[in-house]
């Protein structure tokens, strides 16, 4: 009597597709059941790539379907490269990119080698520390909106009262000079938990008995801390800034809340300035262009950064 659907499916499987599957290796067996994601994955990420390298070399305009379809060349990309506003948005991309893997990585490491001495309180902290990698960008960047108010906002008021001026006087997102501060403060505010939590599981990978063999041989806390510490964490680091560079490469959502790429154009990054291209000019095929530009330095980029990650993580 058969009481499982495994049962069930066997005896109603016919003897010629039954004698079939008996006849397939352990090897055919597993792309049997991984061929169906490779398909999804060919069909939702390598197809649209292909497309729009192919769209990257017309003037195709998606709002205008009916105009006959011209092969530009590499016109897009000449144009793109040869842009004044496009190295604008790329400079002021990397100056986000920059300053907010410094000071996330430098605050992170910092609260994990906290964190990880244990003290009372130390799961509460922690928590109340990783709220902010909690919360939806569009969340974020709307509440700090407000918090950069001139006129009401709680972060005037605060860094008024430090230099002893008025909160009305300085607005963080309306100035050229400020604006660019605003979205790192921002997004350092939001990711630095992520980066503490990486370094805090690479503090505790660490084993106590190296620290010990150093307390036998009278190795000092800073010689500790500069020749066990950091060259085991330093993989951890690497890994950490390699996720952010990634992600902040492509921060939209939570400078759009925040500043709209203005004051003008001043914190306008390359995902701002792609999207207006796209949706707002509909110039598909230079947008197109515009991505594969972008696609390829990420990548080419990250391929050079994972070559050394893994070179420090095998010495």
């Not at 108010?149 to 005037?156: A, C, D, E, K």
């Not at 594969?292 to 010495?315: D, E, H, W």
Request: glycine share 6%.
């Amino acid at each position: 009597m058969l009481h499982s659907p495994i049962d069930r499916i066997a005896s109603a499987t016919p003897p010629a597709i039954a004698a079939r599957v008996r006849g397939l290796s352990d090897r055919a067996i597993a792309w049997l059941f991984v061929a169906p994601s490779i398909v999804l994955l060919l069909a939702i990420n390598i197809f649209p790539l292909i497309w729009t390298v192919r769209l990257s070399f017309t003037n195709f305009r998606v709002n205008r379907p009916n105009e006959p379809i011209q092969f530009v060349g590499f016109r897009n990309y000449i144009n793109i490269l040869t842009d004044s506003d496009i190295w604008q948005s790329m400079q002021a991309t990397a100056h986000f990119l920059i300053w907010t893997i410094v000071l996330q990585v430098l605050i992170g490491f910092s609260l994990a080698y906290l964190i990880n001495k244990k003290f009372r309180g130390n799961d509460l902290w922690t928590t109340i520390i990783v709220l902010p990698m909690m919360l939806s960008p569009a969340v974020v960047g709307n509440f700090w909106t407000f918090l950069y108010q001139p006129q009401i906002g709680l972060f005037n008021y605060v860094v008024g009262f430090l230099i002893g001026s008025d909160p009305s006087s300085f607005s963080m997102i309306a100035s050229t000079s400020l604006a660019p501060w605003a979205i790192v403060i921002v997004d350092t505010w939001m990711w630095t938990p992520f980066v503490m939590l990486i370094c805090l599981a690479g503090l505790r990978s660490i084993p106590n008995s190296i620290y010990e063999a150093a307390e036998c041989d009278r190795a000092s806390k800073w010689r500790q801390f500069w020749t066990i510490t950091i060259p085991m964490v330093l993989p951890f680091l690497m890994l950490a800034v390699l996720f952010r560079g990634i992600e902040n490469f492509k921060m939209f959502d939570l400078v759009v809340q925040l500043t709209g790429g203005g004051p003008g154009s001043i914190t306008e990054l390359t995902s701002i300035n792609l999207k207006r291209a796209a949706f707002e000019q509909w110039r598909t095929g230079y947008a197109s262009a515009y991505a594969v530009i972008l696609f390829v330095t990420v990548f080419g980029l990250a391929s050079i950064y994972v070559k050394a990650l893994n070179k420090v993580k095998q010495r």
